[in-house]
């Protein structure tokens, strides 16, 4: 795969604590296949914007953070996110190897909505793949994202084979009232989760609203104006819902 030396990256979070274990630098970059309408980095979306930089320079970037990533004493590092990282594949694969060979602990933060190459390409790099399911149903995934989830359900299959019941796959789930909570969509969603091998845990994040200004400011409205943001109650149902499923159940902020 031809190697680009140049990337956009729309910002950089020095001392994160929701993607991923321990203390982490996590890179958003920009660019994203998906068209969600309920987005938070809406900002991100756009295959150009933020900032450009070279391989050399993200990566002397970020590596001034190192001294933060072993004080929690869990795996600190890099978190790849987006925006959607797999946007710019060729990039990310060159970012994550370099950190990868120097130690650097990667988590990637993506919907998987990329090709298999791709996902084989930076396999050997990453240390913690959270992959965010949108929707179970068909119609309400498109409906959410603009897209169908058939590509993003067989790259989660395929990928839990590639790791081969290495525990390095979390499966993220956003919690919209009404919308991801519906008993159809739980039991689907339980269904797809108890089948698969390789799974860390499973992440229940409630839906905020806090990306909205980003909408307003970009486009003067938002799509999902009319929905609630998720309360602690909403997440706790969910939780309750999938008690069934064979793994770890987090819940985390957004
Ligand atoms: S996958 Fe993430 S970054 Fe991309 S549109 Fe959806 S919410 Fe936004």
């Avoid at 190697?3 to 890179?27: A, K, W």
């Avoid at 990667?106 to 949108?134: A, Q």
Wanted: with cysteine; aromatic share 10%.
């Amino acid at each position: 795969m031809k190697i680009f030396n140049r990337g956009y990256i729309h910002s950089i979070e020095t001392l994160g604590t929701l993607d991923g274990p321990g203390l982490r630098t996590v890179v958003f970059f920009q660019g994203c296949p998906l068209r969600c309408k309920f987005c938070h980095n809406v900002d991100c979306v756009a295959p150009r914007g933020g900032s450009e930089y070279t391989i050399d320079e993200l990566c002397r970037r970020v590596l001034k953070n190192k001294e933060y990533w072993g004080v929690s004493g869990k795996d600190g590092g890099v978190t790849v996110s987006g925006g959607d990282p797999t946007y710019q594949p060729e990039f990310l694969l060159a970012f994550i190897r370099r950190l990868h060979n120097q130690n650097v602990h990667i988590v990637i933060d993506t919907s998987l909505m990329t090709s298999t190459k791709v996902i084989e390409s930076i396999l050997p790099y990453v240390d913690l793949w959270m992959v965010s399911v949108k929707h179970m149903e068909e119609k309400k995934h498109e409906y959410l994202t603009g897209f169908s989830n058939k590509h993003i359900l067989a790259n989660i299959r395929h990928l839990d084979t590639l790791l081969d019941r290495k525990p390095k796959l979390r499966i993220r789930y956003l919690v919209i009232p009404g919308i991801t909570d519906t008993l159809s969509a739980l039991q689907l969603f339980s269904a797809f989760v108890s089948k698969l091998k390789s799974i860390e845990s499973v992440e229940l994040l409630p839906y905020g609203t806090y990306g909205v200004h980003k909408w307003i400011e970009m486009y003067g409205t938002y799509p999902l104006s009319k929905v609630n943001a998720a309360t602690q109650n909403h997440v706790n149902a969910v939780a309750k819902a999938l008690a069934n499923v064979p793994f770890q159940l987090r819940t985390g902020n957004t």
